[in-house]
């Protein structure tokens, strides 16, 4: 980060953007249990509203950022959400529809989901093929900042602003996201723009995956753990309303989960560097349903 200031940059901007998307989407549940008496279908419906625009755009957008400039889809990614949010702003203050706010939330998350792909073809560009599983692993351990500074940030900005001021203030964050993004990030897209379409992208980017061995696999079990960690969701904002007391709560119990992965970031870089993965990844998730059990015994 000392010998390059615009991956410093990079990873500030993403950071900002990691936040805002857990803060607004803490004031989301908040807004949604509000509106329906602690509704678990709409609880699900606005979860799932989020999580599955990302998975069904993700392939779109690893294949936008190896086509287009990284600075100008980052940017874009950013301003875009920007005004959706502002869109969600004005919804929630005026008691505007429940399916008009989740669908601002589904454009925005279909958008954003170009960014987290671009700014890692970014990185390799910046620092080098050799640094760059380390400079991926203090991505990642930013992104685990990013989950406990987010829902902190919504459970004590609801504590003293509107639900709608908040929101506004996380599309400030997104500005700031743009603003930071460094100058002359340049992905290797040496005629990208003018190959094949991004349908024949995303197809031979799945066939380069089911030909590499055991990469069919980690998929499956990334899929598992992200289920799981969905349904978590829901069942935190059920907990926080009946539990603690106030449905805002559930950003104390999303940060947890972040000050979790931020006490493991530190040994992330070293574990990548390791010839075989496997291992630490099904370690990882047998560990993680240790709590899950035990918290189920006191709830």
């Known amino acids: 980060l000392r010998r390059e200031p615009r991956l410093l940059r990079l990873l500030i901007g993403a950071a900002i953007s990691g936040?805002?998307?857990w803060c607004y989407g803490v004031v989301l549940v908040v807004w949604i249990t509000g509106r329906t008496d602690a509704s678990p279908a709409w609880i699900a419906v606005a979860t799932v509203g989020r999580l599955l625009p990302y998975a069904l755009a993700a392939p779109i957008g690893g294949a936008i950022a190896d086509r287009f400039d990284g600075?100008?889809?980052l940017v874009v990614s950013s301003l875009a959400r920007a005004v959706l949010l502002l869109g969600l702003a004005a919804t929630v203050a005026n008691h505007g529809s429940l399916v008009i706010g989740l669908l601002l939330v589904v454009v925005a998350e279909g958008v954003g989901a170009a960014h987290r792909p671009t700014v890692l073809s970014v990185i390799p560009a910046l620092v080098g093929e050799r640094e760059a599983a380390t400079a991926n692993a203090t991505f990642g351990g930013l992104m685990q900042l990013s989950l406990l500074a987010g829902p902190a940030l919504a459970a004590a900005g609801l504590a003293v602003m509107s639900r709608g001021q908040l929101l506004v203030v996380v599309a400030m964050a997104f500005l700031l996201s743009a603003a930071l993004v460094p100058p002359l990030v340049r992905t290797q897209v040496d005629g990208a723009e003018s190959?094949?379409?991004?349908?024949g992208s995303i197809v031979e980017g799945i066939r380069g995956l089911a030909q590499s061995p055991g990469a069919p696999a980690i998929l499956a079990l990334v899929a598992v753990s992200e289920f799981v960690f969905g349904a978590e969701g829901v069942a935190q904002v059920l907990i926080a309303a009946d539990r603690l007391g106030r449905p805002a709560s559930v950003g104390i119990l999303v940060a947890a989960v972040g000050l979790?992965?931020?006490?493991?970031?530190?040994f992330v870089p070293r574990l990548a560097e390791r010839p075989r993965l496997v291992v630490p990844f099904v370690l990882a998730n047998l560990l993680g349903a240790i709590p899950l059990k035990i918290g189920r015994a006191h709830v």
């Not at 190959?195 to 349908?199: A, D, E, Q, V």
């Not at 979790?260 to 530190?266: D, K, R, S």
């Open 71 to 73: 600075r100008r889809v």
């Open 195 to 199: 190959r094949g379409s991004i349908l």
């Open 260 to 266: 979790g992965g931020l006490i493991a970031a530190p």
């Open 19 to 21: 936040a805002g998307d």
